[in-house]
């Protein structure tokens, strides 16, 4: 059993920056992928980034790339996600969540422990 608690959200201006973080509780977090997710009001539950167990795989949405960088420590029980140059349309509650799979993991369904969400703001 994995728990996973999001903080790290806020509101922000425009190109400013925020860094999320992801804390598990659970013997065998380190043998999970990761995988952040969003959702903006009346729309769907959208990848942005997920990273392997070990952290030597990443892979991001066409509209982060470049923008964000997701990363993990494992000893610390701990992924994150740096965000930098936030638009307007990045705004919506993040999710973290695990699931067992080598990284190329896409699809919410793909999950099976998910956070409580963070709230992210970005004013233009």
């Known amino acids: 059993q994995v728990q996973l608690v999001d903080s790290g959200g806020g509101l922000v201006q425009a190109g400013g920056s925020l860094r999320l973080s992801c804390a598990a509780s659970g013997r065998t977090f380190s043998s999970y992928t990761v995988g952040w997710f969003r959702q903006a009001p009346g729309k769907e539950r959208q990848f942005v980034a997920a990273?392997?167990?070990?952290?030597?795989?990443?892979h991001y949405a066409d509209s982060v790339k470049g923008r964000f960088t997701i990363s993990r420590d494992n000893a610390k029980n701990t992924v994150y996600l740096q965000m930098n140059s936030l638009k307007p349309e990045d705004t919506a509650v993040y999710f973290c969540?695990?699931?067992?799979?080598?990284?190329?993991?896409?699809?919410?369904?793909?999950?099976?422990?998910w956070g409580q969400g963070t709230q992210v703001t970005v004013s233009s």
């Open positions: 990273i392997n167990w070990s952290g030597d795989y990443t």
């Open positions: 969540a695990a699931g067992a799979g080598n990284g190329r993991l896409y699809e919410p369904y793909d999950y099976s422990y």
